[in-house]
């Protein structure tokens, strides 16, 4: 069981806005920021938000990130089918003094 | 351009060590920490944990102290993790990922199998 709890999940049609969450605690998200990746199949992941709600230069603005409380989001507007990939949260957990990432959401695109 | 490059898979015995290197490249290597991600097949990614370059000082997962070791060579820019005592459990793709507010530019991955 990973720490940060993600829907194993989620699923849009092209052109659809799609939310993923990432709920923790007060010993990570809700003290501390909150990191979103990408990964493709076969492939390493990939920066999407940083700071909670900050891009990356060549990160699209379709990808938003968001916090409140101990749980943080992911949300991509005008899904296309190149987002079908997998997402990961992370944060930094004061009480394992460590990096911990949720187990995942398998994105699909219909 | 920011590169890292990993060595190739590894196949070791239960009980075995093995280290994998992590060559920086387009960047000041002392000016970034390198972090340790792994991931199981078919699983989540987990967080072994990082380096500093500059200093060789080292933050290690709880669950990895002991047995994971994490160096770094700045004369050739190439940060190094070692994990011992290796289990068929510990079979997975390990990535460094450098950290610049994230993991903002990550290894090619190498494959770790732990088999007898």
């Known amino acids: 069981q990973s720490v940060l709890t993600q829907p194993p999940s989620a699923s849009g049609t092209p052109g659809q806005r799609v939310t993923i969450s990432c709920s923790g605690s007060s010993s990570n998200i809700g003290s501390n920021l909150v990191y979103w990746y990408h990964q493709l199949p076969g492939t390493a992941p990939k920066l999407l938000i940083y700071k909670n709600n900050q891009r990356p230069s060549g990160v699209p603005d379709r990808f938003s990130g968001s916090k409140s409380g101990t749980l943080g989001s992911l949300a991509i507007s005008g899904l296309r089918s190149e987002d079908e990939a997998d997402y990961y949260c992370?944060?930094?957990?004061?009480?394992?003094?460590?990096?911990?990432f949720g187990g995942g959401t398998k994105l699909t695109v219909l | 351009q920011v590169q890292l490059v990993q060595s190739g898979a590894e196949v070791k015995k239960p009980g075995a060590s093995v280290k994998v290197s992590c060559k920086a490249s387009?960047?000041?290597?002392?000016?970034?920490?390198i972090n340790w991600v792994r991931q199981a097949p078919g699983q989540g990614l987990e967080w072994l944990g990082w380096?500093?370059?500059?200093?060789?000082?080292?933050k290690y997962a709880q669950k990895f102290q002991g047995w994971v070791t994490m160096t770094r060579n700045t004369s050739i820019s190439t940060a190094y993790m070692e994990l011992s005592r290796l289990r068929s459990d510990d079979t997975a793709v390990y990535y460094c990922a450098r950290d610049n507010e994230g993991a903002d530019y990550w290894g090619q991955g190498t494959l770790v199998t732990v088999s007898s």
């Open positions: 387009g960047y000041t290597f002392t000016g970034y920490y």
């Open positions: 380096i500093n370059p500059n200093s060789g000082g080292t």
């Open positions: 992370a944060a930094w957990d004061d009480s394992l003094s460590g990096v911990v």
